[in-house]
């Protein structure tokens, strides 16, 4: 989910062209207890929702969920950077 949200940070809208992001924290992760793990083989649809962005710092906070079909397996809370070296 991390690298899902690294990908939204490098978008136009959101801050994009700069050069490095940082993984600054996780928050409030939590697996679903509807699966007991997920397996080789099952497809994984990861989804970001950006919460709140700061722009003049480019930090963004967000929300992931991870899905197997339409179970919920994964969730929890992102702080997302970006800089120049």
Same mark, same amino acid.
Request: charged share 25%.
């Given at each position: 989910?991390?690298?899902?949200?690294?990908?939204?940070?490098?978008?136009?809208?959101?801050?994009?062209?700069?050069?490095?992001? +940082?993984?600054?924290?996780?928050?409030?992760? #939590?697996?679903?207890?509807?699966?007991?793990? $997920?397996?080789? @083989?099952?497809? /994984? =649809?990861?989804?970001?929702?950006?919460?709140?962005?700061?722009?003049? +710092?480019?930090?963004?906070?967000?929300?992931? #969920?991870?899905?197997?079909?339409?179970?919920? $397996?994964?969730? @929890?809370?992102? /702080? =997302?950077?970006?800089?120049?070296?």
């Amino acid at each position: 989910m991390a690298q899902v949200g690294g990908m939204l940070m490098l978008q136009p809208e959101v801050g994009g062209s700069h050069d490095n992001i +940082f993984f600054d924290g996780i928050e409030k992760v #939590k697996q679903s207890e509807v699966l007991e793990a $997920v397996i080789a @083989g099952d497809t /994984l =649809v990861t989804r970001m929702t950006l919460v709140k962005l700061q722009k003049r +710092f480019v930090i963004a906070k967000m929300e992931g #969920k991870a899905y197997v079909g339409d179970d919920l $397996v994964c969730e @929890g809370e992102f /702080l =997302v950077a970006t800089g120049t070296d």
